[in-house]
């Protein structure tokens, strides 16, 4: 009969010194990444109270829509919003004067 031979590695004193050493740059590259988590939470700003971006565009366009007889140039001339607002807002002014207030 053949005699397989013998696969499983031998445990010698370099082999343990190897182990021993990535054992212990596992716990360092552990402690780095919880301190790097630390200093990336410190960094990272509060989210912010009060009205975000869309809510006071919402605002805006609900009150334009509401006193757009009143808009009117130096001369008197109603404007026309779809050409003297930006792109967006024109827009939003819009659907807001075609559907009502819309939510979030």
Same mark, same amino acid.
């Given at each position: 009969m053949d005699e397989q031979p013998n696969t499983n590695p031998l445990r010698t004193a370099a082999s343990e010194e190897v182990?021993?050493?990535?054992? &212990?740059q596992d716990t360092v590259l552990h402690n780095l990444g919880e301190q790097l988590?630390?200093?990336i939470k410190l960094l990272t700003p509060a989210p912010r109270e009060g009205p975000?971006?869309?809510?006071?565009?919402?605002a805006i366009v609900a009150l334009l829509g509401e006193h757009t007889t009143v808009l009117r140039d130096l001369e008197g001339h109603a404007l026309d919003l779809t050409r003297e607002l930006p792109r967006l807002v024109a &827009?939003?002014?819009v659907l807001a004067q075609r559907f009502g207030e819309r939510q979030p």
């Open positions: 182990l021993r050493r990535l054992d &212990h988590a630390a200093i975000t971006t869309t809510e006071m565009l919402q &827009h939003e002014v």
